[in-house]
């Protein structure tokens, strides 16, 4: 059975299946990278760890939309932020079902992966634990985490694969 049929029948592509894996994988690392920030390292808010020039370890709680952008400092919006991330990750999985193409498979599962895993953590704690700090680069201002860097990736290769140029059957 060819991609393009499997894509027309009910069920998940290959490409959707390796979405999901690869959705799975981000969301796993995040948490885990997030835990080890949190609890075996037990950084202090705000302060700094050297990793290797220019990357450096800084913690800090991010309860805006992505980049600290929007801050989120009520309960409600809290909330309404976690079930925006559901609700856009759901859309998503749904979407990525009839992939058959690797750059928006890849894209989607960034992208879903990155969602669930913020949610979680605004779920949990209020906020997104940020700890990834590329500053010295000189033109990177953010400090990001996993999730962050799957959504933004994401969305990259989702915009790379709409400049490609559809090929005649």
Do not use: C
């Amino acid at each position: 059975m060819t991609e393009a049929t499997q894509a027309s029948q009910p069920g998940v592509t290959r490409w959707g299946w390796r979405a999901y894996a690869l959705a799975a994988v981000v969301l796993i690392l995040d948490q885990l990278t997030k835990y080890w920030i949190l609890s075996v390292v037990r950084l202090p808010e705000g302060a700094t760890m050297e990793v290797f020039p220019p990357l450096q370890f800084t913690r800090i709680w991010n309860e805006g939309v992505s980049f600290g952008l929007f801050q989120a400092q009520h309960d409600l919006v809290r909330w309404g932020m976690v079930a925006f991330n559901v609700i856009v990750a759901v859309l998503l999985s749904y979407w990525v079902r009839t992939q058959t193409r690797l750059l928006p498979a890849v894209g989607l599962g960034l992208l879903i992966g990155g969602a669930i895993g913020n949610a979680i953590d605004r779920a949990r704690f209020g906020a997104v634990v940020d700890f990834i700090d590329v500053q010295r680069l000189g033109f990177f201002p953010w400090i990001f985490n996993i999730a962050d860097a799957g959504i933004t990736i994401g969305v990259i290769f989702i915009l790379l694969d709409s400049l490609r140029r559809e090929r005649p059957a």
